[in-house]
């Protein structure tokens, strides 16, 4: 299986800054790689596809960047509903794996 | 609207079984795979299994391969997971997810709200 390393894992920041997270895998996965975000009690949210491919209806705020092995989500600008837990994950074959995933905390 | 609803889960002793269920509505369902990804207690996200549109592939976490078994009515556009000789490792909340192909474990696009399940004597 592909392992999907994310860092860091608990990220504390404050309204406006800007944020970034790394993805890394274990072997390439050219940019079959997502991004999503979790709230607590809720189900994953879409974020970002195709490593760079931002979903439909996510703010402009939240880009994706890398290929290869690494990748990074950046939120610009730090909004207070972007308090969650981020994880990515590979689609390069066909069992997909998650990062661990890295929780955004208010500082 | 685009929605998944599952249904089915709740507390099962080890080595019993259990069905889920996943209604999809407000998209062509056979023309998507269809994903389960589950989420133990405080832990991130582990897929589970992937059914292409036609009914006619899956494949499987190593993790659950041999124990469950994904299917989809797609007259009634609805998912299953079929989980046998469950463990205590097994409890998690289960999402259903659609995948943005037709073939292959892709990215998921829309999730369900998730159904628990407890594995526990």
């Known amino acids: 299986d592909i392992q999907m390393t994310q860092s860091p894992s608990t990220l504390s920041a404050s309204v406006g800054d800007r944020v970034t997270i790394t993805c890394r895998a274990s072997q390439s996965i050219s940019w079959w790689l997502a991004w999503y975000q979790q709230k607590p009690g809720k189900a994953p949210k879409l974020l970002i596809y195709?490593?760079?491919s931002l979903q439909s209806g996510v703010p402009s705020r939240f880009s994706g960047s890398g290929s290869g092995t690494e990748f990074t989500l950046t939120i610009s600008s730090l909004q207070p509903d972007d308090f969650a837990t981020y994880y990515c994950?590979?689609?390069?074959?066909?069992?997909?794996?998650f990062g661990q995933g890295t929780k955004v905390e208010i500082k | 609207e685009v929605q998944l609803l599952e249904s089915g889960g709740g507390l099962v002793q080890p080595a019993g079984s259990l069905r889920l269920s996943c209604a999809a509505s407000g998209f062509p369902f056979g023309d998507y795979a269809m994903s389960w990804v589950r989420q133990a207690p405080g832990k991130g996200l582990e897929w589970v299994s992937m059914?292409?549109?036609?009914?006619?592939?899956?494949t499987y976490a190593d993790s659950v391969k041999g124990r469950f078994t994904i299917s989809r009515d797609n007259s009634k556009s609805t998912l299953y997971l079929q989980m046998n000789s469950l463990r205590a490792e097994d409890t998690a909340v289960y999402y259903c997810a659609k995948d943005h192909a037709y073939h292959a474990p892709y990215y998921k696009d829309v999730w369900g709200k998730g159904t628990t399940v407890t594995v526990s004597s």
């Open positions: 059914i292409n549109g036609r009914a006619d592939w899956a």
């Open positions: 195709d490593a760079s």
């Open positions: 994950q590979q689609y390069h074959n066909f069992s997909p794996t």
